[in-house]
């Protein structure tokens, strides 16, 4: 088969945040030079925070690659770019209704304005080709608070998944998801939004009982897994063990990193791996805190439409209906579950920080009140006490003061905000729920 009858798709996620990644610049240029080395005919690059960092993978590709997308968003960027080896003729980018919290800042979602880059390519076989790509909310911990956030992201990607498909285009979604397989955001992706999941259609449901363990090596184990992150093997993983398999014979790591696909007979998965799982050159450092994922497509033109494969993708007349899914009631329930929860939650926390601004514009209040008293009472035992209780006084005051707009705009403006789209998420889910059954 000749390369004009493939598509090689890569994502990675690069790990591209300033200051807090480690060796982030070193990093960076050695992802740079491993992306010229490649063919790939599309790459889908996400955490590239840093402009500089996204110029000089630019540069390094752009003889392969010529065109290319950088998502400008939210106050630090999306971190999201797209680099393409033929013509973009159309861009966009959608952020997420629901994205974080303001006061999380080391989380950190919230000021970078996550959401769906896309870019509309026109591909001399295949015609218009759709590539999205997104980075989900992360869990931050066990308790994952963000899950109802994570499955209104996936239920917007799904409608913009759908529209695409009731075009008629061929479509490629990739990114970092932050969910696992057996998640409702992913059943929502591939149930709802119709795409297949390119690595699973290849390898199947691995299973940790048959793979054997007395001949594991890094790269069995993470082709067998389709492990990207928390990878016994990645050097920034919580989870390496310096080589000595320990964590990997325990099963550690988890399959976030996707390039999903509109499966029809012009676009058929024939390959996908997981990739960049060795060590930068001359280092003991793997290029990021991910491994990348590599898809290769067979591609066909319109003549070819008779050709069935299994698993392929509805038609568009039918996706263009709305209730048309495949979702079972179960993960709808649950998805509708998860979103009554956190919107509690919003509400209770937004109550919390309320309450709060209250006691702080009392508190401003008293203390006003009793500098003013206590400089009264205290001048006539001299100067000292006076300046101790004017100036502890209005330092406390300032406090408070400073307390004051940060819970009005979050208590109120966001925490208002955050419940009525969590609402509204529920009513649109419900609705699409009773017309389903």
Not at 181 to 205: E, K, V
Request: proline share 4%.
């Amino acid at each position: 088969m000749s390369k004009t009858d493939e598509l090689n798709v890569l994502s990675f996620n690069c790990w591209g945040l300033a200051i807090v990644a480690k060796h982030r610049s070193f990093r960076l240029k050695a992802i740079a030079e491993v992306l010229n080395k490649g063919n790939y005919d599309v790459i889908t690059l996400q955490e590239v925070w840093v402009r500089k960092d996204f110029e000089q993978i630019q540069a390094s590709v752009t003889h392969n690659l010529p065109y290319c997308k950088y998502f400008y968003s939210g106050a630090f960027g999306s971190g999201l770019a797209i680099l393409s080896k033929f013509p973009i003729i159309s861009t966009s980018y959608h952020r997420y209704a629901l994205n974080g919290k303001p006061l999380q800042i080391f989380h950190g979602d919230y000021y970078v304005g996550k959401g769906i880059g896309s870019v509309l390519i026109e591909h001399p076989t295949i015609g218009l080709l759709e590539v999205f790509n997104t980075h989900l909310h992360a869990g931050y911990g066990p308790k994952d608070r963000y899950r109802a956030h994570r499955a209104t992201e996936c239920w917007q990607l799904a409608y913009m998944l759908r529209t695409s498909a009731a075009m008629g285009r061929q479509i490629i979604l990739s990114g970092d998801f932050n969910s696992v397989p057996a998640s409702f955001n992913y059943r929502l992706i591939c149930d709802h939004g119709f795409m297949t999941d390119s690595w699973l259609q290849i390898h199947g449901q691995p299973e940790l009982q048959q793979l054997n363990m007395e001949s594991l090596t890094a790269d069995n184990y993470t082709q067998y897994f389709g492990y990207t992150c928390n990878s016994p093997f990645n050097t920034f993983s919580r989870y390496y063990d310096q080589g000595k398999d320990t964590n990997a014979r325990k099963g550690f790591g988890k399959r976030l990193d996707y390039i999903f696909y509109r499966h029809t007979s012009q676009l058929h998965c024939i390959e996908s791996k997981v990739v960049l799982t060795d060590f930068i050159p001359n280092s003991q450092m793997s290029y990021s805190d991910h491994f990348g994922v590599v898809s290769i497509f067979k591609i066909s033109n319109g003549d070819r439409k008779s050709i069935q494969y299994e698993g392929m993708a509805p038609p568009p007349f039918l996706i263009s209906h709305p209730n048309y899914t495949h979702l079972e009631p179960t993960i709808i329930h649950d998805i509708l579950e998860a979103l009554k929860l956190n919107q509690k939650r919003a509400k209770k926390d937004a109550d919390r920080l309320i309450c709060v601004l209250a006691v702080c514009a009392l508190t401003h209040i008293l203390l006003y009140v009793a500098v003013i008293v206590l400089t009264t009472v205290f001048h006539s035992y001299g100067q000292l006490p006076v300046v101790l209780t004017t100036v502890f006084g209005c330092l406390f005051m300032n406090l408070a003061l400073v307390c004051l707009p940060i819970c009005l705009i979050v208590g109120f403006v966001f925490g208002h905000t955050e419940q009525r789209a969590l609402i509204q998420f529920i009513n649109e889910i419900d609705t699409f729920r009773k017309n389903v059954e």
